[in-house]
């Protein structure tokens, strides 16, 4: 009996589904020992896989048996009261899912040296058996004055924000960011990402960088990590909404000041 594929398999130029008949999992090659054969699946497997080519381009050590401790870093934190910018931006926030996320951009053809962004990333949600289509978050820019000033004041070059608000039951897989777009516009300058979280903590919602879980935030706290090497994943398994301001742009001596300080910074109607 044929196999149903999934429906965004035949607009990937790849091999398709593993478990498929003519997927990387059956495929054969002519001639050889089935060791031999076991061997070019592999390669073919990691060949079409975002996470491996990620991986070789990280220098993450990737070993579940090092239980990481310093996989992010806490970087101070916002105080002030930002609820009402919160509610306009879930009038505007929309689906993102993996399916979606690089056409919003108007990227759904990029490359970077993993290859077409879009396509390697479908392909390892697919492989795993999960659905492209599922949310992962739901995504905005509509900030307000108390966001624009934690963004201003993190004092980074060319910042670029968006709000990441995670709905009961989206997650997003463990990735490797690719902030590729920012670091081609200049290689001399470092480009740091920050997660400022707009909401306590609640039981349920989790991150993962690295092998470790970050938890029990407190609204306003300034997360940042090593996006470039560093895997990481979130889920929420809660019954509340939980938003997060990202910003990416290029690193300054104010940014460098705040990375090695852990304060915090109190916000009265956006402003300092
Ligand atoms: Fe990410």
Same mark, same amino acid.
Request: with cysteine; glycine share 8%; net charge negative.
């Given at each position: ?13 790849? &091999? ?12 054969? =090659? ?70 979606? =996320? ?10 970077? &040296? ?17 659905? &492209? ?36 039951? #989206? ?20 480009? =740091? ?32 990590? #090593? ?25 300054? #001596? ?7 300080? #852990? ?10």
């Amino acid at each position: 009996m044929a196999l149903t594929l999934h429906s965004m398999q035949s607009s990937l130029a790849r &091999p398709t589904r593993p478990k498929d008949p003519n997927g990387i999992a059956h495929g054969s =090659r002519s001639g050889g020992t089935a060791a031999q054969t076991k061997a070019d699946r592999v390669v073919t497997k990691a060949a079409y896989t975002n996470w491996e080519l990620g991986k070789e381009l990280s220098n993450y050590h990737f070993d579940k048996s090092i239980k990481d401790t310093e996989a992010f870093q806490l970087c101070g934190r916002f105080v002030g009261d930002w609820e009402d910018e919160l509610e306009k931006a879930y009038e505007t926030m929309e689906t993102v899912t993996w399916g979606n =996320r690089w056409d919003k951009k108007g990227l759904s053809k990029k490359s970077d &040296p993993r290859g077409v962004l879009k396509e390697n990333e479908l392909k390892d949600i697919i492989d795993a058996g999960g659905d &492209p289509e599922q949310p992962m978050y739901h995504g905005t820019r509509d900030i307000g004055p108390q966001m624009q000033q934690m963004i201003d004041i993190l004092g980074m070059e060319n910042p670029r924000h968006k709000l990441h608000i995670q709905l009961t039951g #989206e997650s997003v897989a463990m990735h490797l960011d690719k902030h590729y777009e920012a670091e081609e516009k200049d290689d001399d300058k470092e480009v =740091r990402r920050f997660l400022i979280a707009l909401a306590d903590w609640e039981p349920g919602q989790f991150i993962v960088f690295g092998n470790q879980i970050c938890e029990r935030w407190i609204a306003g706290s300034i997360l940042t990590f #090593e996006w470039k090497d560093m895997p990481h994943g979130t889920a929420n398994a809660s019954l509340h909404k939980r938003p997060l301001l990202s910003v990416v742009g290029y690193v300054t #001596e104010t940014t460098q000041d705040l990375l090695c300080k #852990e304060r915090t910074w109190t916000l009265v109607n956006g402003k300092r």
